[in-house]
């Protein structure tokens, strides 16, 4: 059940539906490949549009991997692809008229299923507070630290973010039973992040039917008060082409996993089109925008 009245809707996969509707996202760009050519922003234009039709009241910007690890060597600036990216999220909701919120998405560093990859201390922070202040600078709404695989790399993130101010929400990505890939417990997480003054902690990038355990954990790690965020995939990971579509749970099934979920935040992660995000606007009634 929703533990609160209120439900704001996330918006759902941008790298994947940019992925269906034949926008190239071959890695190590993925989804970035879209903002660096005038037709594929006018995609990623349509998608957010389709996003906030469907009803969603935040939209991510397309900067999972607007980075400059992962840019190194490719002649793009991690700076001018993440203005472009909170730009065409901005025109979107501008031409929406709707009163909806943009949240500047930051993800881990590396892989995000290889904690092994995360980068030492030093490093993280001097990418992720060029990240975090190039999201600022594009007028983000709120700061959205997602798919995080280790508690560390996600401290590190979250203090630079919630110095600048802004809300920021952190989530992270578990493993069948429940721990965070690094091993690590969401209670300790918890522990650790919710006195940094982040808004709202959460889960992502976990099949839909793996989502409730842990944020049971969480529920009761955070108290019945604290906004808990949820949003899960359909599909599976492919090491040459980033996200395998399989459309294996459809809006319907969807919907059946989120009505679980003691969450008040829900959306949907890759493979997720705007159908799933309509279908739970229509169908969880108690909507309505915090």
Not at 187 to 196: D, S
Request: charged letters at 20%.
């Amino acid at each position: 059940m929703i533990v609160n009245s209120k439900l704001l809707l996330l918006d759902g996969a941008t790298g994947t539906e940019l992925n269906r509707r034949g926008v190239d996202t071959g890695l190590p760009l993925w989804s970035a490949n879209a903002l660096t050519t005038d037709a594929g922003l006018n995609v990623l234009r349509q998608v957010h549009l389709d996003y906030l039709s469907a009803g969603a009241d935040i939209i991510t910007t397309n900067t999972f991997r607007t980075n400059r690890r992962v840019l190194a060597g490719k002649g793009f600036s991690a700076l001018k692809l993440t203005l472009r990216a909170v730009a065409t999220a901005r025109e979107a909701v501008a031409e929406s008229g709707k009163p909806s919120l943009v949240a500047g998405s930051l993800s881990s560093l590396e892989d995000c299923y290889r904690p092994d990859l995360v980068p030492p201390a030093d490093e993280c922070l001097d990418e992720h507070s060029e990240r975090i202040h190039h999201l600022v600078e594009g007028g983000v709404d709120l700061l959205l630290i997602e798919t995080m695989n280790s508690i560390s790399e996600a401290v590190i993130a979250a203090k630079i973010a919630t110095a600048t101010g802004l809300p920021t929400w952190v989530t992270f990505v578990c493993d069948e039973k429940g721990r965070i890939l690094s091993g690590e417990s969401l209670t300790h997480a918890a522990e650790i992040l919710m006195p940094l003054g982040v808004k709202a902690l959460g889960v992502n990038c976990m099949p839909a039917h793996t989502i409730s355990q842990p944020l049971t954990e969480l529920r009761a790690s955070c108290g019945e008060n604290f906004p808990l965020m949820a949003y899960g995939n359909i599909g599976r990971v492919d090491h040459e082409q980033g996200w395998i579509n399989t459309d294996s749970t459809d809006p319907e099934g969807y919907l059946q996993h989120a009505q679980s979920w003691p969450a008040q935040i829900i959306g949907a992660c890759c493979g997720s089109t705007p159908e799933h995000i309509c279908k739970l606007k229509q169908c969880l009634k108690n909507s309505s925008f915090l």
